[in-house]
């Protein structure tokens, strides 16, 4: 009896698709993208094998924005052929991404759910911190947030957080304010003092000391709070208004709260009854704080002049800075080039009561 012919083995299939997707990653790497093109279309295309391909085209220093932009076409017409998956759209959008086109990788993932696949939490999460930091338009970021909560992924607090930065970065101090006041607390997200100190800052910034006070309202009704720094906002939005008196006895309500006002507080007391004319009123807060024992160092000094210079008002305000420097309110001496740093144009007619020689310029 004879011996039979032995059968060759076939090849593992796993394995030989093992080495295409590696010689796709080879060829595209090395910037042989026609020849990864035709060897994708001649070769059983997997979603394995499309993954490999655009993986090796994304990481490429060659690769085109261009072509990246054009990805969800690409995407849409290789569905029958190679099916994209989840880990299709990671390495699309963190290209996009890097290549700062946000938007075009948000877009990119709204062809998900059409195609069955359930956007990722973390994928979206980095989407949406990109679109907020990489200058795409304030409202791509909130429209993409909405999106998020139709696919059923609720937006975290560091989510909500970059959203409203970016929203105040292009002056829509309402839309954050929306954001912090009402869309947080629909996804179950408590706003925190981080997310008040911004608004109340924008709206200062922009003239709007009603929205100051509806925000410091509304961040109280919420059980929050105040720090130094958000005192301080609000102690200087009263003064812009001109309601000095209302921020003379925040002062008071800063200590009953738990949170003493310390210089800085005192200073933009200051500061704010010197630009409405009242020296005198400025001098009797500064006296009030070195009753309590508060000496203005360098940083608190500085702010105290910043505004003063802002607004011209140092020499206005000679009275006032002399009771400081001279009388011992300081926590440091101050010699004459730090008197000229921080007072700047103005030490000339300042400093003569000071008895310090004015730095030239």
């Known amino acids: 009896m004879g011996v039979g012919r032995r059968s060759e083995p076939r090849p593992d299939a796993t394995g030989q698709h093992h080495h295409q997707h590696r010689l796709l990653s080879t060829l595209a790497r090395h910037g042989r993208f026609a020849a990864a093109a035709t060897l994708f279309c001649t070769v059983h295309r997997t979603t394995g094998a499309l993954n490999a391909l655009l993986a090796a085209l994304c990481c490429s220093s060659r690769s085109s924005p261009t072509l990246l932009r054009a990805a969800p076409a690409v995407l849409l017409r290789a569905a029958p052929h190679a099916a994209p998956d989840a880990a299709t759209f990671r390495i699309l959008t963190a290209a996009l991404c890097r290549a700062g086109q946000p938007s075009a990788a948000a877009d990119l993932i709204r062809c998900m759910p059409p195609l069955l696949l359930d956007p990722d939490p973390c994928h979206c999460r980095a989407v949406l911190a990109s679109l907020c930091r990489r200058g795409a338009p304030a409202r791509d970021a909130l429209d993409f947030l909405d999106d998020m909560r139709r696919w059923g992924v609720p937006p975290a ?9 970016a929203l105040l970065r292009e002056g829509m101090a309402a839309e954050a304010y929306e954001v ?5 607390a629909a996804d179950g997200v408590a706003p925190g003092l981080p997310e008040f100190e911004q608004l109340l800052r924008a709206f200062r910034e922009r003239g709007r000391l009603d929205a100051v006070e509806e925000a410091f309202d509304e961040m109280l009704l919420r059980g929050l709070v105040p720090c130094a720094r958000v005192y301080g ?13 209302a921020a003379r006895r925040m002062l008071g309500c800063m200590e009953r709260a738990g949170c003493p006002p310390d210089a ?3 200073g933009v007391v200051a500061a704010g009854c010197v630009a409405a004319g009242d020296v005198e009123a400025a001098r009797e807060v500064a006296r009030d704080a070195v009753g309590r024992g508060l000496r ?13 210079r802002a607004g011209g008002h140092v ?25 000229e740093q921080l007072v700047g144009g103005a030490s000339c007619a300042v400093g003569e009561g000071l008895g310090v020689e004015a730095v030239p310029r």
């Open 296 to 308: 203005w160092d360098a940083p608190a000094l500085s702010e105290l002049v910043a505004p003063l």
């Open 264 to 266: 800085r507080a005192f």
């Open 180 to 184: 912090v006041a009402r869309r947080m």
């Open 233 to 245: 906002v609000y102690l200087g939005a009263l003064c812009d208004g001109g309601d000095l008196a």
């Open 315 to 339: 020499a206005r305000a000679r009275p006032l800075l002399l009771d400081i420097l001279r009388d011992g309110c300081c926590a440091a001496p101050v010699d004459a080039a730090v008197f």
């Open 157 to 165: 607090r560091p989510d909500h957080h970059a959203v409203v930065g």
